[in-house]
């Protein structure tokens, strides 16, 4: 299995690349936080959402799945990095427009869910992908602030093993909740 797994994150990758292109089309470099995607719908989100569950698959039953070692690492950190800025501009751009009523909660609540997930592996390799992550992460959760989304932030977290992915999500969290405070 471990052999194709190269080939699956090359083929996810790819599709990652193809949503991009069409949700960003003027190609704005979303490494940015004051570039964001200019088209953002609750398509977006959806296929998104099917992309990381699809890359979560891939990996849940490998025993080095989070290793640098393996014949996939590039590609795994490949995709979850741009992943999570593609999630991460997505989420500001609703943000701005005010618009996250219009935005299926399933998803949202169901990205938010795998954002913490997949911080198995950020906290693991630090640097670049863990704050993209934990942007990613605090992003959504400002976009689509609510009591009821913080409780199933809580809830999840309560059954995490790892202590340190229960801090990251804490941290994450209680940033949020920082910036909430100097915006009001």
């Excluded at 490998?62 to 593609?86: C, H, K, M, Q, V």
């Excluded at 609510?146 to 059954?159: E, Q, R, Y």
Aim: no cysteine; hydrophobic share 35%; aromatic share 12%.
């Amino acid at each position: 299995m471990t052999e194709n797994i190269t080939e699956y994150f090359d083929e996810l990758n790819n599709q990652l690349i193809q949503l991009e292109r069409k949700y960003n089309p003027q190609k704005t470099n979303l490494h940015f936080e004051d570039e964001v995607i200019p088209n953002v719908d609750d398509q977006l989100f959806y296929e998104l959402l099917n992309l990381s569950r699809k890359a979560i698959e891939i990996i849940k039953d490998e025993p080095d799945r989070y290793s640098n070692r393996t014949p996939y690492a590039r590609g795994l950190f490949d995709f979850w990095y741009e992943y999570f800025i593609i999630v991460s501009s997505a989420s500001i751009r609703v943000k701005k427009s005010a618009n996250s009523d219009n935005f299926s909660k399933e998803t949202i609540y169901s990205i938010i869910q795998n954002l913490i997930d997949i911080s198995e592996l950020s906290i693991i390799v630090s640097g670049d992908l863990y704050f993209r992550n934990r942007e990613a992460l605090g992003n959504t959760l400002l976009a689509f602030y609510s009591d009821d989304l913080i409780n199933m932030v809580n809830k999840k977290k309560a059954t995490i093993k790892s202590k340190n992915v229960r801090g990251f999500v804490d941290e994450t969290a209680k940033a949020v909740e920082r910036r909430r405070k100097g915006e009001s």
